[in-house]
């Protein structure tokens, strides 16, 4: 149980062309999906928080407009990388939490974007 | 804040020897302790966990206990294997309030296993 999965799992883009990666629970509805952003040999930096049905909290630093975040629904959360630079290049990772206190987060297997 | 602190890596061991990775932290009220494990090129998995204080997490031959009054939540395991050369991360999460289910992460630390 406790499944997340993302798609792609890797994706090479042009500069200025956007991006999409899902991100789906597939055995739980996850009222609470995240993203994260990891360099290598760093830990994971959390970019936003999404709800299904509302609009995502994104942390300070991170631009709204150029990581767009969708959560349609209880199963389904999708990162657009709008107008990718080469800087964006980096292993995008999403989690899902089934609203539990104290609930572990559920991670994908990670998204390789690379930007050329 | 909240904030995770982990022992500096990495750390290299042979194969069958003893393993402690260390685990700090700083928090306001009652938060859960996890321990996650993340393969080369692949995303976190959750190891272990702890929702609160004197809980032991166990899995897969790891162990931690969630220690209040040091404010530790130390990954141990008794014989390590090759197959456990990873990154690991401790982490915790406070429920309350509008950082509902937030990780907040530790540095990670890069376990290497010899044969």
């Known amino acids: 149980g406790a499944v997340v999965s993302q798609h792609p799992s890797r994706v090479i883009c042009k500069s200025g062309t956007s991006v999409k990666i899902e991100c789906r629970s597939l055995?739980?509805?996850?009222?609470?999906m995240f993203w994260y952003r990891q360099f290598p040999k760093q830990s994971l930096m959390l970019m936003a928080t999404s709800n299904e049905g509302s609009k995502a909290t994104y942390e300070q630093g991170v631009e709204k407009d150029k990581f767009l975040i969708n959560h349609a629904s209880l199963t389904l959360s999708t990162l657009t990388v709008t107008s990718a630079h080469p800087e964006d290049s980096s292993f995008y990772i999403c989690?899902?939490?089934?609203?539990?206190?104290?609930?572990?987060?559920?991670f994908g297997p990670g998204t390789r974007l690379t930007v050329t | 804040g909240d904030s995770v602190t982990q022992m500096e890596g990495p750390v290299t061991l042979s194969e069958e020897a003893f393993l402690t990775i260390n685990c700090t932290y700083t928090?306001?009220?009652?938060?859960?302790l996890f321990w996650y494990v993340q393969y080369p090129g692949e995303g976190l998995q959750l190891l272990l966990k702890a929702t609160k204080a004197d809980d032991k997490g166990s899995n897969k031959g790891f162990e931690a206990t969630y220690r209040k009054e040091t404010t530790s939540f130390h990954l141990e395991k008794g014989s390590v294997q090759v197959s456990d050369s990873a990154v690991y991360f401790c982490?915790?999460?406070?429920?309350?309030?509008?950082?509902?289910?937030?990780?907040?992460f530790g540095q990670g630390t890069i376990l290497t296993v010899h044969p």
């Open positions: 055995d739980f509805q996850a009222t609470t």
């Open positions: 928090a306001t009220g009652y938060p859960s």
């Open positions: 989690s899902a939490i089934g609203g539990l206190a104290g609930e572990a987060q559920y």
């Open positions: 982490a915790l999460s406070n429920a309350g309030g509008t950082s509902y289910g937030k990780l907040t």
